[in-house]
């Protein structure tokens, strides 16, 4: 696959990959993924509740005007998520977990799953998927990365692997 060569949504009836944001709060992080999954053809999912209004300027001006052609959809809880998204690998981005998303084996159609900036995501989530948790290695200076830059990453991860196999 050739940097130009990511197909877009209208050449895809499936999303490439599955983002889910498990409660954000920040409406520019919200923004710039969006924008990262209108790249890659990915479907942005957000689990409520959520820390700004979808109407929010920031998460706009963030999202640009790509925002229109982005796939996306809110939910109310995590078991609409699991119900909509059935039979899917589901991986769980957290700093909890040991091994590193190029250690994982990403297929189309996953679920990359992404919790809130100020606390993650739940225990409960994290232990129903303990062997799909994936974390990007860190120095001990870095608590955590920013939520953007982190789906990003993993987007990118999930192209890369995509690339090498096609």
């Not at 940097?3 to 409660?23: C, F, I, K, W």
């Not at 590193?100 to 919790?115: I, K, N, S």
């Not at 870095?142 to 830059?149: D, K, M, P, Q, Y």
């Amino acid at each position: 696959m050739s940097a130009d060569a990511v197909p877009g949504p209208s050449t895809r009836n499936e999303p490439l990959m599955h983002v889910v944001l498990y409660q954000p709060e920040i409406p520019q992080n919200t923004g710039n993924i969006g924008r990262s999954c209108v790249a890659v053809g990915a479907k942005l999912w957000m689990v409520r509740p959520l820390g700004f209004h979808l109407d929010d300027r920031y998460l706009k001006r963030a999202g640009m005007d790509y925002w229109q052609h982005l796939d996306w959809e809110v939910v109310d809880d995590w078991a609409t998520i699991e119900q909509k998204l059935p039979n899917r690998t589901f991986w769980l981005f957290t700093k909890f977990a040991s091994q590193a998303p190029w250690e994982a084996e990403f297929q189309r159609g996953d679920v990359l799953v992404f919790g809130s900036e100020s606390s993650g995501l739940p225990e409960r989530l994290r232990q129903a998927h303990l062997t799909h948790c994936l974390k990007f290695p860190m120095s001990n200076f870095v608590r955590s990365l920013n939520l953007a830059s982190t789906v990003n990453a993993a987007l990118y991860e999930s192209v890369r692997q995509f690339s090498e196999r096609s």
